[in-house]
């Protein structure tokens, strides 16, 4: 089953950008649709963005205008640019994706990312 892995996380200040990669390990469009989620301890995961096979993209209201999602089919990567991070933005941030024929999720291990001065 294709896999997924991310990474570009680490320690930013505020107003900083960061850009997170989540590369697939078979053809990033064996999946209809890409999201990226983000948790912090003790809250439930919350969906930050979601690209689909067609280019299609959708925000959280928290993130709009400040991130961006997009897709490089070549190289089987999506990508989340951070930009005017804030210290909420701290979280663990995953990518998931949704398989376009068996309909099976896939989960990546998750990549920590840190807003502070």
């Known amino acids: 089953q294709v896999q997924l892995v991310e990474s570009g996380g680490g320690l930013v200040q505020p107003g900083g950008s960061l850009r997170l990669s989540c590369a697939a390990s078979g053809s990033i469009s064996s999946f209809a649709v890409i999201d990226w989620y983000r948790q912090v301890p003790e809250k439930e995961r919350e969906l930050v963005a979601t690209?689909?096979?067609?280019?299609?993209?959708n925000y959280a209201d928290s993130v709009k205008g400040r991130f961006t999602i997009s897709r490089d089919n070549a190289i089987n990567t999506v990508y989340l640019q951070m930009n005017s991070l804030k210290p909420e933005d701290t979280a663990v941030y995953y990518c998931?994706?949704?398989?376009?024929?068996?309909?099976?999720?896939?989960w990546g291990q998750g990549t920590q990312v840190t807003v502070s001065s």
């Open positions: 690209i689909t096979i067609g280019g299609s993209t």
């Open positions: 998931k994706g949704r398989l376009r024929f068996t309909m099976d999720i896939v």
